[in-house]
């Protein structure tokens, strides 16, 4: 038995470079490197749910299915769900602080990032080591993406429930937003994948541009969370 330190550097540096990254960006603000490093952990653990979901609820007919039913219905839907399972687990049981918005929405993306890193083991068990190196800066960020959607959602219905106007639906709101941005990151999360699937050479060239506007997207989102009233 030997230790693959080339898996491990490639496996876990990337997404360490990353959270460093955020880390350096956003330490003025209430979050720690060990914060992040559990949202990371909880992203793993979200696979737990993954697999559970698939064993409770199996798909039926699964080869009559479109792929569009495929990756929206199924793949999309039973991965970000159990992503967001993770993420409520984090933030109502793993810290005794409160955080502000922007940084539940880069906790939810942290959680998504744990959970691509779990997925790029098993592609790296199925493909080898190159399929991993070009995940690290695809499917890597796709998933912190997804998972920044969520976040940006959930956190704007914590802002809400301050909100005299809507002091009256403490739970409500909460609910809705949550639920938006849930779906916001099932619709992203399986365009991409469909894209993948159906859009032959032009599949990457597509992806790229997701990436890049997720990216923008989740800057703007950011934005907006830090110019709000905590």
Same mark, same amino acid.
């Given at each position: 038995m030997y230790f693959d330190s080339s898996l491990f550097l490639c496996l876990l540096g990337i997404p360490f470079l990353y959270i460093a990254l955020i880390w350096g960006f956003l330490k003025k603000d209430s979050l720690t490197f060990l914060d992040l490093l559990k949202a990371l952990v909880l992203g793993l653990t979200s696979t737990v749910f993954l697999h559970f979901n698939y064993a409770l609820f199996p798909p039926e007919n699964w080869?009559? +299915? *479109?792929?569009?039913?495929?990756?929206?219905?199924?793949v999309a839907l039973r991965e970000e769900v159990s992503k967001f399972i993770a993420f409520l687990i984090l933030i109502k049981y793993g810290f005794r602080k409160k955080f502000r918005p922007l940084s539940i929405m880069i906790l939810s993306g942290?959680?998504?990032?744990g959970f691509a890193i779990e997925e790029n083991l098993i592609y790296y068990h199925r493909y080898g080591m190159d399929v991993l190196i070009g995940r690290?800066? @695809?499917?890597? +960020?796709?998933? @912190? #993406?997804?998972?920044?959607? *969520?976040?940006? !959602?959930?956190?704007?219905?914590q802002i809400k429930i301050t909100d005299s106007n809507f002091?009256?639906?403490?739970? *409500?709101?909460?609910? #809705?937003y949550s639920s938006i941005?849930?779906?916001?990151?099932?619709?992203?999360?399986?365009? !991409?994948?469909?894209? +993948?699937? @159906?859009?032959? !050479?032009?599949?990457?060239? #597509?992806?790229?541009?997701?990436? +890049?506007?997720?990216l923008f997207v989740s800057f703007?989102?950011?934005k907006d969370l830090k110019n709000r009233k905590n």
């Open positions: 080869e009559y +299915l *479109t792929t569009f039913e495929k990756f929206f219905y199924q942290v959680v998504g990032m690290n800066y @695809t499917s890597l +960020l796709g998933h @912190t #993406i997804f998972g920044m959607f *969520t976040g940006y !959602w959930y956190a704007l219905g002091s009256k639906y403490p739970k *409500t709101f909460p609910i #809705i941005g849930v779906l916001s990151s099932i619709l992203f999360h399986g365009l !991409w994948n469909y894209n +993948l699937s @159906t859009s032959a !050479w032009a599949g990457e060239s #597509i992806m790229i541009f997701m990436i +890049l506007f997720g703007m989102y950011g």
